[in-house]
């Protein structure tokens, strides 16, 4: 049988990262190359004390400035070289290198990297240089084109990504100018946890605390970690919590085993588990026993529930005692009212979930049983989808997210996205009662979208959400159909103006020479005609424009030269 625990909240998470003894610089803006001219922003954090303090400054292993002001911590540079600080108490920092340079393309980035960042690498030209068609490299191979003003990304940094990062852009001439060279160390957010047991050989029925055992660097001391806790393989308890300790109430024999614990990231892009630990339970006699109605399995919301504390091995008179922890609260609180050895809840709510135990008491002695769990079932409520950005209308290209949530529901939750009812994505999620999803959109994505939400329980669908997708027009084109290869005054000219792409309605308008020759809307798309009988002024180039409210474009121009002039009567 699986191990049920008991989450002890904690004042401080020692084994999560040790003091610093001396201080970190910061950067802003966080880039550790810029152009001369620019200024940096250097901050002395100091991590002994929250009063201020005296900050003095290094610059090339030199003294450059003292300071007690407030600001005193923060000191704005503009010269290439290593930056040291030193606060009252402390040693000097590690170095920060900064480097002003005056060539035409730099490539930025921080000054360190730990693993599971999002680490953004910016390609920039100093202002005037006129560069184009700027590429990403990474240890001489191509890694992508980036657009303008685009960064690159590495997400959920890890060890294959260390290497040396360049990029290189085309001059006006068409002659390629390379940046400076950066390097990508992923350095290790926090070692392998240690698991340790206190104490490490229990007596049967006497509490233990399980402590996993890790650290977080200086730079990355505010980063949360959550703690999860395993018996031969499974998950102990109610899953991951913030706390790194760890309380089973009270052990048995038949809890003996290989014990591990996982330190992980919140959003569990770096998670490291320990080595086992094996504990082993000296034997006792007296035990108690929780055992429900209906079993564990099959507690639905709105049905009774009983829980039943027998005692074993002690003979009476003894009382009852219970304890519950709700879902993902850390802490175990007394019921009141509930002396009997039989605990009942006449009405199952999906707020009763969580943990209990009973202590047992007799004159000479107290013991609790082994804590239960209670999953409350609870079928998937009706979804919502939503989309961002808001709004029936989206432009083709843009980035849309679809949120799919429940209010209520036990997990986990499969969520599916439907796009005129052809699945698009399947996302499950464990821990939130919403799913996401990302799509990039074209012109064939407008229509009704709707999501479904699934668990164990229940399958429900969501209303459906219109979008239209707005197109911006394209180049339109203008082709002069006249009756004849050369068009001689009186004839009669038809110039027709089409956009093969672009969102109705659209408005065209025709010149000549760019004098404006009239206007037509084509409300339902396509191209437009414009009839225009000629005479001598109507040779020149004529062009055509096409207007959606989402941009403006204009053709090519077209030559027409008309030939013949008006005979005047003569006079006698």
């Not at 009756?483 to 672009?502: I, M, S």
Request: proline content about 6%; glycine content about 6%.
């Amino acid at each position: 049988m699986p191990l049920w625990v008991s989450l002890l909240a904690l004042a401080s998470v020692s084994g999560q990262f040790a003091t610093a003894s001396k201080p970190m610089i910061s950067l802003h803006p966080p880039w550790t190359t810029a152009f001369v001219g620019e200024k940096v922003n250097l901050t002395c954090n100091a991590f002994l004390s929250n009063s201020p303090q005296e900050t003095t400054w290094f610059h090339q292993y030199k003294w450059t400035k003292t300071s007690r002001e407030i600001p005193g911590n923060t000191y704005e540079v503009q010269e290439s070289g290593k930056y040291r600080c030193q606060t009252q108490g402390s040693g000097q920092s590690d170095p920060v290198s900064l480097e002003f340079t005056s060539e035409d393309l730099i490539l930025q980035a921080a000054p360190s990297v730990f693993e599971g960042d999002t680490v953004a690498l910016r390609c920039r030209e100093k202002p005037g240089s006129a560069l184009s068609a700027k590429v990403m490299y990474k240890d001489s191979r191509y890694q992508q084109a980036l657009r303008d003003g685009s960064d690159f990304h590495i997400h959920w940094a890890a060890l294959k990504h260390n290497g040396w990062y360049q990029c290189k852009a085309l001059r006006e001439d068409y002659n390629s100018v390379a940046s400076n060279k950066v390097r990508i160390q992923v350095l290790e957010l926090f070692p392998t946890p240690v698991l340790r047991a206190s104490p490490s050989q229990p007596k049967e029925g006497s509490p233990v605390t399980l402590t996993c055992e890790t650290r977080l660097p200086p730079q990355r001391s505010d980063v949360q970690l959550r703690f999860c806790f395993f018996r031969e393989g499974q998950a102990l308890g109610s899953g991951c919590s913030n706390s790194p300790e760890l309380q089973i109430p009270a052990m048995w024999s038949e809890d003996a085993g290989s014990y591990s614990c996982q330190a992980q990231t919140v959003t569990v892009s770096v998670a490291k588990k320990s080595l086992k630990t094996h504990i082993r339970v000296q034997r006792a006699v007296a035990r108690a026993q929780i055992h429900t109605r209906p079993p564990l399995e099959s507690v639905f919301e709105g049905q009774e529930l009983v829980l039943v504390c027998s005692v074993r091995g002690v003979s009476g008179p003894f009382s009852i005692s219970w304890y519950r922890r709700p879902k993902l609260q850390d802490v175990a609180t007394k019921i009141p009212f509930s002396p009997e050895a039989e605990f009942r809840i006449s009405t199952v709510k999906s707020s009763d979930a969580g943990e209990y135990y009973c202590v047992a008491s007799t004159s000479y002695l107290t013991f609790a049983s082994r804590t239960v769990t209670i999953h409350v079932r609870v079928p998937v409520s009706c979804p919502v989808l939503t989309l961002m950005p808001p709004g029936a209308r989206a432009l083709e290209g843009a980035e849309l997210t679809l949120h799919c949530e429940v209010q209520r529901g036990s997990l986990p939750i499969l969520y599916e996205f439907f796009h005129e009812d052809a699945l698009l994505k399947k996302v499950e999620t464990t821990f939130w009662r919403v799913g996401s999803f990302r799509l990039s959109l074209t012109a064939e994505r407008s229509g009704n979208y709707h999501c479904t939400a699934t668990n164990d329980f229940g399958h429900q669908r969501s209303e459906a959400v219109t979008l239209s997708v707005i197109v911006p027009v394209s180049r339109p084109v203008l082709t002069l159909r006249a009756p004849r290869d050369q068009a001689l005054v009186g004839d009669t000219v038809e110039l027709h103006c089409e956009a093969q792409r672009g969102s109705p309605p659209i408005l065209y308008l025709f010149y000549l020479n760019d004098v404006t020759l009239g206007n037509s809307s084509a409300p339902s798309g396509g191209g437009v005609s414009f009839n225009l009988s000629l005479t001598a002024e109507h040779s020149g180039n004529y062009f055509c424009e096409a207007d959606n409210s989402l941009g403006v474009q204009r053709s090519t121009a077209v030559p027409l030269r008309v030939k013949g002039e008006l005979t005047l009567p003569t006079i006698a």
